[in-house]
């Protein structure tokens, strides 16, 4: 059965899905943009669990395009999963690790057995990843995924990213 992607407009905090796909950075303990919304209205279960995981397996952080779940705290969802993008760089190509992000996020629900995850933009914000080129690596990266999730949302924070992910999804 193949995945259905669509995409949202919106706030990934208020997205009704079995999981929502947290941009972490590798600390697992909060930041900005994404995570930082997620943790503060996911409120502090979420941040617990994330020093947990710290304390017993990722000491030295979540490596880059890996994932792992939690709870999902507060929010309408019933996990969170954390996956970790790259930064982008004009010198080195790193479109596996972001299009890994997708695929271990997927592996991760999977494990859950969800059959609803949102998605924000990886790696598009402070960590610099053209718009564009992101959204054509995460929507080839979910294509192609040997997934039992029946629908994988997007959600995107503006118009352009909006517009970048339509382009995408055919």
């Known amino acids: 059965m193949a995945t259905t992607i669509t995409l949202v407009q919106g706030d990934i905090t208020e997205q009704h899905v079995d999981v929502i796909v947290n941009a972490a950075n590798s600390s697992l303990l909060g930041g900005g943009g994404v995570d930082g919304a997620i943790h503060r209205k996911g409120g502090p279960d979420i941040l617990a ?34 996956t970790v993008g790259p930064v982008w760089s004009a010198s080195e190509d790193r479109s596996e690790l972001l299009a890994s992000c997708h695929r271990e996020s997927l592996r991760v629900a999977d494990e859950l057995g969800a059959k609803t995850v949102a998605i924000p933009a ?25 997934t039992r999730v029946e629908e ?19």
């Open 152 to 170: 994988v949302r997007f959600v995107l924070f503006d118009e352009r990213a909006y517009e970048a992910f339509a382009a995408q999804v055919r």
């Open 49 to 82: 669990a994330c020093r947990e995981l710290r304390a017993a397996q990722y000491g030295k952080g979540l490596p880059t395009g890996r994932a792992v779940a939690t709870t999902a705290g507060r929010l309408p969802a019933r996990w969170v999963i954390h």
């Open 122 to 146: 990886i790696s598009t914000g402070i960590y610099g990843w053209p718009m564009e080129d992101a959204a054509r690596i995460a929507v080839e990266a979910v294509q192609q995924a040997e």
